[in-house]
Nanobody, 124 residues
Framework: QVQLVESGGGFVQAGGSLRLSCAAS????????MGWFRQAPGTERNFVAA???????YYAASVKGRFTISRDNAKNTVYLQMNSLNPEDTAVYYC??????????????????WGQGTQVTVSS
């Protein structure tokens, strides 16, 4: 079993930055691929970014160039640095993890383990 705990959400003005963290426990962190998803009210939970065990990264088109995902295997933590935030980035952000092979990092079904979510609110 894998436990994920997000932190770092909050309220920020447009153009500002936030860094989300997700601490993992319960399995060898370095063997897992990690993802961030977000869900705004009335919408589906959508892919934001992912990072593999070899640190290859993947981004949604809407955040590429503004968000950066990274991992620290020594701290069992994955980060999402969010810059140039705009009101459309307002959502609950979820950390997700898994270690199975043959799954696309972009799909929700590729992740069996999820955090509780952290709210990010961007004002105009």
């Amino acid at each position: 079993q894998v436990q994920l705990v997000e932190s770092g959400g909050g309220f920020v003005q447009a153009g500002g930055s936030l860094r989300l963290s997700c601490a993992a426990s319960g399995r060898t962190f370095s063997s897992m691929y990690m993802g961030w998803f977000r869900q705004a009210p009335g919408t589906e939970r959508n892919f934001v970014a992912a990072i593999l065990w070899n640190s290859n990264t993947y981004y949604a088109a809407s955040v590429k160039g503004r968000f950066t995902i990274s991992r620290d295997n020594a701290k069992n933590t994955v980060y999402l640095q969010m810059n140039s935030l705009n009101p459309e980035d307002t959502a609950v952000y979820y950390c997700a993890a898994d270690f199975r092979s043959g799954y696309s990092v972009y799909g929700r079904d590729s992740y069996r383990y999820w955090g509780q979510g952290t709210q990010v609110t961007v004002s105009s």
